[in-house]
């Protein structure tokens, strides 16, 4: 069975830096093309970064400069460091894992950041 397993969730003051961690198993991590998607009260679920099997990585326009996705291999874990943050970013933040045609989701975290 695969997991997805988000923490790192919180409350945060605007210019303040959070980081975020999923953590999979039951499939190769490796294989997996990750991400972290957020969504808001009222809004869509959106991207916010990907980091691909073969290393690529790509940020929405929004967080560029402020947001850095990684991933430790050996550890099964993906991370997101969000720094600088404002109010507009809060939401609740989803890790995503795709092979192939399969997504894979996780349960989300909030993360709250207060002017």
């Known amino acids: 069975q695969v997991q997805l397993v988000e923490s790192g969730g919180g409350l945060v003051q605007a210019g303040g830096s959070l980081r975020l961690s999923c953590a999979v198993s039951?499939?190769?991590?490796?294989?997996?093309?990750m991400g972290w998607y957020r969504q808001a009260p009222g809004k869509p679920r959106d991207l916010v970064a990907t980091l691909a099997s073969g290393g690529s990585i790509n940020y929405a326009d929004s967080v560029k400069g402020r947001f850095t996705i990684s991933r430790d291999i050996a550890k099964n874990t993906v991370s997101l460091q969000m720094n600088s943050l404002n109010p507009e970013d809060t939401a609740v933040y989803y890790c995503n894992g795709r092979l192939r045609s399969r997504n894979y989701w996780g349960q989300g975290t909030q993360v709250t950041v207060s002017s």
């Open positions: 039951g499939i190769t991590f490796s294989f997996l093309d």
